[in-house]
């Protein structure tokens, strides 16, 4: 089983609709969790971090779930500027993120 | 807002030859990191730095591999001799604590490296 596993997509989605990712993660022992996000080519852009208690940054939700090992990102009210890849990382050992390969999201108009 | 910076953006080596990519991290960040990612395959961890030395290392950061803070502001990933599969995009990152504590990592935006 891979580290860090999420669905490729893509997500094609219109305008305003509200989409979800999910993230996997096989080391139970991971303590920290983030999105990232990651335009074509360039630098992953953290999102925000994944706290237990679930946390919320404008149209951005993230969850965790322990006991099922996965984590969530949701997005409301979906923006033309938030298609982009999405990556899950979670923390491995004290320092090092494993990434997952990243789930795509192309919003239309 | 403060960010980390990369030099050069792109890198073009014949194979054998040896490389050096460097970085600035944030100015008040203590942790440091080198990742690579190959085109269309995942970001992957190499290595991460602090105190002075290396912290952990991913099983990719062999003997060719060495990093090195020569000064107050610099952190610099050196590739002794360079292989056709280390050609990549590679990142660097800095956060202001163990990540492990909550503390974010921030990449740079990468050099590119193309091995001939």
């Known amino acids: 089983r891979k580290e860090v596993e999420q669905d490729p997509g893509p997500f094609n989605v219109p305008e305003g609709a509200t989409v979800a990712f999910n993230c996997t993660y096989s080391?139970?022992?991971?303590?920290?969790f983030f999105w990232y996000r990651q335009d074509c080519r360039k630098e992953p852009k953290l999102l925000m971090s994944?706290?237990?208690s679930g946390n919320e940054d404008g149209r951005f939700t993230a969850q965790l779930n322990r006991a099922s090992q996965y984590i969530s990102l949701l997005i409301r009210d979906s923006k033309l500027s938030d298609s982009a890849t999405y990556l899950c990382?979670?923390?491995?050992?004290?320092?090092?993120?494993?990434f997952g390969k990243g789930t795509t999201l192309s919003v239309s108009s | 807002e403060p960010e980390v910076t990369q030099t050069p953006s792109h890198q073009v080596t014949q194979m054998g030859q040896e490389v050096i990519l460097r970085c600035v991290p944030i100015?008040?960040?203590?942790?440091f990191y080198w990742y690579r990612q190959i085109l269309g395959q995942k970001v992957e961890f190499l290595v991460s730095?602090?105190?002075?030395?290396?912290?952990?290392k991913s099983e990719i950061f062999d003997d060719q591999f060495s990093v090195e803070r020569p000064d107050g502001s610099n952190f610099t990933l050196k590739i002794r001799s360079t292989k056709l599969e280390d050609s990549a995009m590679y990142f660097c990152?800095?956060?202001?604590?163990?990540?492990?504590?909550?503390?974010?990592?921030?990449f740079g935006d990468g050099t590119r490296l193309s091995i001939l």
């Open positions: 080391n139970s022992a991971s303590q920290s």
């Open positions: 990382a979670c923390l491995r050992g004290g320092t090092a993120l494993i």
């Open positions: 100015s008040n960040h203590l942790y």
């Open positions: 730095f602090y105190n002075n030395e290396i912290s952990e």
């Open positions: 990152a800095s956060s202001r604590g163990n990540t492990g504590g909550g503390q974010p990592q921030h």
């Open positions: 994944v706290y237990s």
